[in-house]
């Protein structure tokens, strides 16, 4: 078995293919943004957004921000809800989990022990056994609300499996973790960049020709919002109720408002079935911050493109008549724009998700939305994950985490030690406010994480002689 180049896939997923950089000029793409842009200029004013909603609240990655180059997001045709059938779920799995392992002889699989990455793990494990490849296993040395270590849950849902593995742990020293290389395709947006690049690092090291992660799982398979009407058309009044007592006890009223919003919506015209959509779904990722962190005109240039975002979303609701079901636009929401960049910038290995896998993907958003939710615990966690529970042996079942892990401690200290010593560059260059760590974790948690990616991203492309243009007050 040949192992595979070890090629960076920088700015180009699995799940669009191709080139995702559009030269606005001549319509040239490219994988390498600075092959088509006219200089080596890129604009602050692309930047601006992503320190405000709903970027930040709805984890969007930034812009393109080369002058005269955008990225290419061109979302492929949902299939028809119920088009797909549920009981082929795990063979279709297991045929995207082989798919994304490529010819590797050694395959990394990233393990938290939840239920997405052991499931992604279980069929890694049954086709590396089948085809003679070699295994690996590695977790990151977090500790969860309860103080208790990945490597610790992790180790308890290999127990369930039956699997007798050995797991490596990449530890959270924040501040000695590697720097990923400087890539032109744009700025990070994933959280733990070091532990990314520590995990690449093990991963070159241990041989593999390609790293497994659960991520998306909860996206492409998991319940999402509005699904009373379709238990109730499917009449499992059990699940019903299990699913109304989650709106109401697990989330708000106001939830459970939604809920009966969404059971009306057909019979309301498109616009109003909008207006109380966003209401309800997206209200949270367009309200100000707290406190702005950008310099003017940047704070407006971040309103405007933030009206711009709605009005986009507005004509996608209209046009896959969304106003009809809502399930159908809380899972688009879910999905887009995240799925359109599920791997990290400026990786020396492979980076796959089975569950971002084309041919996977199209069949998941196809299968029945009142599919993804059961009550079959106890437990209120696993009912959201009904279609999860299919891809793994029901040995394992009892093993499985019953709520969903909470680093927010963990989160909080890395968001506090990751900003660069000393003044930033936006700052200097009139992006951004003074504003120190804790000020910026005061406006938003997330805020120094975002501040800090782009801030790296900033900073390198002065290093490669890049020329930055702003916007006069």
């Known amino acids: 078995m040949k192992a595979p180049d070890r090629v960076q896939e920088e700015g180009v997923s699995r799940f669009t293919g191709g080139p995702l950089f559009l030269s606005e000029a001549d319509g040239r793409r490219s994988a390498d943004p600075l ?25 969007f990655r930034p812009a393109c921000p080369w002058e005269g180059v955008r990225r290419v997001d061109a979302p492929p045709v949902l299939p028809p ?41 279980w069929h890694a494990h049954e086709a590396c056994r089948r085809q003679g490849r070699r295994l690996a296993v590695v977790t990151w040395g977090l500790r969860d609300q309860f103080g208790r270590s990945t490597g610790m849950v992790a180790e308890r849902s290999l127990r369930g499996l039956g699997l007798d593995l050995d797991i490596t742990v990449v530890p959270t020293e924040w501040r000695s973790l590697p720097e990923p290389p400087w890539s032109p395709a744009g700025p990070r947006h994933d959280y733990y960049v070091g532990l990314f690049q520590a995990s690449v690092d093990l991963a070159e090291e241990m041989g593999a020709g ?49 809920e009966l919003a969404a059971f009306a919506a057909p019979r309301l015209p ?26 003017p005109p940047y704070q407006e240039i971040a309103r405007v493109r933030r009206r711009e975002w709605l009005d986009e979303r507005a004509a996608t609701f209209a046009e896959r008549d969304h106003g009809r079901d809502w399930t159908q636009a809380a899972m688009w929401d879910l999905c887009f724009p995240f799925a359109l960049d599920p791997y990290p910038l400026s990786a020396g290995v492979a980076q796959r998700s089975p569950f ?74 009139g992006l951004l406010r003074p504003l120190d760590r804790l000020d910026l974790e005061r406006v938003h948690l997330r805020l120094p994480i975002v501040v800090r990616n782009i801030e790296r991203w900033v900073a390198g492309a002065l290093e490669h002689g890049a020329e930055p243009v702003g916007v006069e007050a």
Not at 43 to 49: D, E, G, N, T, V
Request: aromatic share 12%; net charge neutral.
């Open 356 to 429: 971002f896998d084309d041919a996977f993907l199209g069949y998941a958003l196809g299968l029945p939305t009142s599919a993804r939710f059961r009550r079959l615990s106890p437990y209120p966690y696993h009912w959201y994950k009904a279609l999860h529970f299919r891809l793994i042996p029901s040995r394992a079942h009892r093993a499985l985490p019953t709520f969903s892990q909470d680093y927010y401690p963990e989160f909080r200290r890395h968001a506090l030690e990751v900003l660069p010593d000393g003044p930033l560059e936006c700052v200097r260059l």
């Open 210 to 258: 390609v790293m497994l992660w659960g991520e998306g799982g909860d996206e492409i398979l998991g319940a999402c919002h509005y699904l009373t009407r379709d238990l109730a058309r499917s009449r499992r009044w059990r699940d019903l109720r299990a699913y109304l007592w989650g709106s109401v006890n697990g989330e708000s009223m106001a939830a459970t408002a939604a």
């Open 270 to 295: 498109v616009g109003l079935s909008r207006r109380l959509y966003t209401a309800f779904e997206l209200s949270a990722f367009l309200r100000d911050l707290p406190e702005p962190v950008l310099r």
């Open 81 to 121: 809800p119920g088009s797909s059938d549920p009981a082929e779920l795990p063979a279709r799995f297991r045929a995207a989990v082989e798919a994304s392992m490529g010819d590797a002889d050694t395959v990394v699989v990233m393990f938290s022990g939840g239920i997405d990455s052991t499931a992604v793990l």
């Open 35 to 59: 092959e088509i842009a006219p200089a080596r200029r890129f604009s602050l004013a692309s930047l601006a957004p992503s320190f405000a909603n709903p970027w930040v609240d709805g984890e």
